[in-house]
């Protein structure tokens, strides 16, 4: 990390990280300082990790390949510990539910997984994978949760140009998805979503669970025998084409995000195998999205214009939709979003990353003041990552012509006549719902009139409880002021000392 500009306890702190990176960096390998050190400094930022092994092509292949050990290769927790948690979440001795639990196969940042047997009706026995959570894992994540609050609170009251990033809803939005996350029946019930979402799709499918040894800390669910698809030597040597299967995960993604509005939020390689038939399927279901018609409709806008170079109508959707405050002149940020999509047209379709139009858009966004849609950050995240994933598969994959089929499709069937339609109904809908709720409408405006006008005659009160939550607050927010930097210095000095351990 560059100390230029550094000063006070921030330039402190840096003095004592690289003195201690060069006592101790050259004790073990890059990629187990890395794994250590990430997994001392919690489950999120191995998700961070496991994000950037998607994207060689912005951190290089080889930082790349190390960054990959993340994804199922983290070190593992004794199975003793995970047959506790079995019994635990499902209440009765494991032998109960599995004739074999045998030792973990893959460990990650928030669980584990084991091979086991369950009997048959018939007196033959059926292979299962088992997915158990980590030890403190919990604790461990509200602990990251509670620090990224802090910095997006600070970064919200002293940096106002990233106001408009919406840090602490962003945070918010990390936040929600962890709490499903660690409970693997709400994994469990995605997995069970997406399977019926997906039942006739090509070249996708979801593993089936099993419910009754499904618990809090506990998902069971079929074996997948396949390949990882991170494996590309062993994919090809298997008789499978990484050129069709690079086109098969971006349009199966896309098919999901578009046309059901759920998706998987963590798609990397290591979540992805490739069955004997071709197939792609999906495990580790712990983190899902969902977007609404309405953000559907932005992102296919989007990118059906980009596809079309139809910037004008790109521009309008941002407005239509609310994104660019009102006040912005529509021509203007047409004429910005050319900037951005005809350096890309002119590129070799090989070359057009999904990631880098991305990075433009946001650039070009924050001069018309364009707010961050919490609500579209894991979809955003998720296509770069699965961007990455086909790149890795064919390095010279075109992402344009893999999702416009995709994209047509849905255009045709929900931005045409057909969408006109659906509209009419919502509205109807909206319209007898707004008429059920006028009786308790009517009681309510006539509620506030009356305080309004008791409000009007004898002032406003604040009872004695707000005057002191008031107080409280103007002593908090200048204690923060004076501790900003001291908290900044201390934290970036913790996180260095984990990084170098």
Do not use: C
């Amino acid at each position: 990390m560059p100390r230029e500009g550094l000063s006070g306890p921030a330039l402190t702190g840096h003095k004592l990280a690289s003195a201690l990176s060069r006592r101790r960096a050259g004790r073990r390998s890059n990629v187990e300082r890395m794994t250590r050190a990430i997994a001392r400094l919690g489950p999120s930022y191995a998700k961070l990790g496991q994000f950037l092994a998607t994207r060689p092509d912005i951190i290089g292949l080889d930082m790349a390949l190390d960054l990959a050990t993340l994804q199922d290769r983290m070190e593992e927790f004794p199975t003793a510990q995970a047959i506790d948690r079995v019994e635990d979440s499902l209440g009765a001795d494991v032998k109960t539910f599995f004739t074999r639990f045998d030792p973990p196969v893959a460990a990650a940042s928030i669980a584990q997984v084991h091979s086991a047997y369950v009997a048959d009706e018939d007196g033959s026995e059926t292979k299962v994978a088992v997915k158990v959570i980590r030890p403190g894992v919990r604790a461990r994540f509200q602990k990251d949760l509670d620090t990224f609050f802090m910095f997006a609170e600070l970064q919200e009251k002293y940096f106002p140009a990233t106001r408009r990033l919406r840090p602490t809803a962003v945070a918010e939005t990390l936040a929600q998805s962890t709490r499903i996350e660690m409970d693997l029946r709400l994994e469990a019930a995605a997995l069970s979503e997406m399977a019926e979402n997906t039942k006739d799709d090509p070249g996708f499918s979801i593993p089936k669970v099993d419910w009754v040894r499904t618990g809090r800390s506990v998902l069971t669910m079929e074996w997948v025998d396949g390949i990882k698809m991170s494996d590309t030597g062993a994919l090809i040597a298997a008789g499978h084409d990484p050129k069709q299967l690079a086109v098969n995960v971006i349009q199966s993604f896309l098919r999901h995000a578009m046309r059901d509005g759920f998706f998987h939020a963590d798609m990397h390689p290591g979540n992805l195998f490739v069955i004997p038939n071709g197939d792609i399927v999906a495990v580790d279901l712990g983190i899902s999205g969902r977007i609404g018609l309405k953000e559907r409709r932005f992102l296919a806008e989007i990118l059906f214009g980009f596809i079309r170079r139809d910037y004008a109508r790109i521009a309008q959707v941002h407005f239509e939709a609310g994104y660019v405050p009102a006040h912005h002149d529509v021509d203007g940020f047409a004429q910005a979003l050319r900037a951005v999509g005809e350096p890309i047209h002119d590129q070799p379709a090989e070359t057009i990353s999904m990631g880098n139009l991305l990075t433009l858009l946001f650039d070009v966004t924050e001069i018309f003041d364009m707010q961050t849609r919490p609500e579209l950050l894991l979809l955003q995240k998720t296509m770069v990552v699965v961007e990455g994933n086909a790149r890795m598969l064919d390095p010279q994959f075109n992402m344009w012509e893999a999702a416009q089929p995709v994209v047509n499709d849905w255009v045709k069937g929900n931005l045409g006549p057909a969408a006109i339609v659906k509209d009419a109904n919502a509205g109807i809908k909206a319209g007898l719902r707004l008429a059920r709720a006028l009786p308790d409408l009517a009681d309510r405006t006539e509620q506030l009139a009356h305080e309004v006008g008791d409000m009007a005659e004898n002032g406003m009160r604040l009872d004695p409880d707000t005057v002191e939550a008031i107080g409280k607050a103007e002593a908090y927010e200048s204690r923060w002021g004076r501790r900003a930097l001291w908290v900044i210095a201390l934290t970036a000095l913790y996180v260095a000392w984990h990084l170098v351990d």
